[in-house]
């Protein structure tokens, strides 16, 4: 295990690079005893954590958001969708101004290949070129009482997910929408129905994972996350979290692995091996189009209720308090989490 101090008082993003050398942290850092923050970036040489690493994607410019390229260079993002692409120690870098649309946005991530951005703006999102692309940008709208909660880029690229929340009724609901991202022709739209505890109370969704082989997708909320099969729209999964409210999730490299962090420091690993194949889940659907219950039947020695509540079959806790930003290497040997304590935690993840 490795502890660094990024002195943030809130992560935004954490990044391994590509090769697995240099872990990146953007975050807020407090000056003049808290009174006022400041975005900044910490990156650092794993095999050599005390060196300095210098980064232009700071310089004269604030971003709220960073990721690693393909090809290993930094890209920072700012709360208008403007960003830079930069080497790591420095060199020249490439700045573009968004096409803008009125008021802030949340960068939401890029596409595994490197050649778009996603941006989450007011009324829809926004999906930028990245440095060689030559495409256009594209704009997903949304209607009056929607608002875009989640973006993800499939594995390998071909299609975006845009998770969308708002509301059917009293009843608070989410739906996935599915874009080609040659075409940006929308493949799949649709209602997933409520995800609540199964004793009426609404989790708060904020966020989607795609699994390794684009298979599946998941959606993510405070309270818990359901997993569902992106050609039949079954759903193959479903838990509960209880004490503690999930901060961030993602899947590792493997897929074998489904990982939340939660607000009270933890690390949960949720073993997907558990879940039933996407064969044997069954559906039906229900009025308006949504996606109601699912045969239970065929799930191994579980029912709903006892699969709902079934515990991670792995915990971690590397006392940073609050998770705020978790990350893994594209090859799935390290796991980084940073903490509103001020310091990010690099472990071994095949351990």
Known sequence: MLRLAAGFTQVRTLA????????????????????????????????DPIATVRSAIDEGFDPIAGYFLPDG????????????????GGGRYRQVE?????????????????????????GGVEILPLPENPREEMWVGLDDGQEAVGVAFSPKSEVVAVVTRGWWGRDQVAWIAIHETDTWRCVRDAGSGSLDRGEGVPIELFATAWAPDGLSIARVGRGGFD?????????????????????????DPSGRTFATATK?????????????????????????GLVHLWDTGEWPGH????????????????GVGRIQAMAFSQDGTLGAVAGARGDVVVWDALE
């Open 16 to 47: 391994f690079s590509p090769d697995n050398r240099h872990l990146l942290a953007v975050g807020l850092r407090p000056r003049l005893g808290g009174f006022l923050s400041f975005s900044r970036v910490a990156l650092w040489n794993l095999s």
């Open 73 to 88: 260079r930094i890209l920072g993002v700012d709360n208008r969708g403007h960003w830079r692409a930069c080497e790591v």
């Open 98 to 122: 968004s096409a803008g649309r009125s008021g802030r946005s949340e960068p939401a991530g890029i596409s595994p290949d490197g050649n778009w951005l996603a941006v989450i703006g007011r």
């Open 227 to 251: 997993v569902f099969d992106v050609y039949t729209w079954a759903q193959t999964a479903i838990r509960t979290v209880t004490g503690s409210q999930i901060t961030a999730a993602m899947f």
């Open 264 to 288: 009270d420091g933890l690390v949960h690993l949720w073993d997907t091996g558990e879940w039933p194949s996407t064969d044997s889940a069954k559906r039906a659907t229900g009025t308006g």
């Open 303 to 318: 029912s709903l209720p006892e699969d709902m509540n079934r515990p991670p079959s792995r915990s971690l806790d590397w």
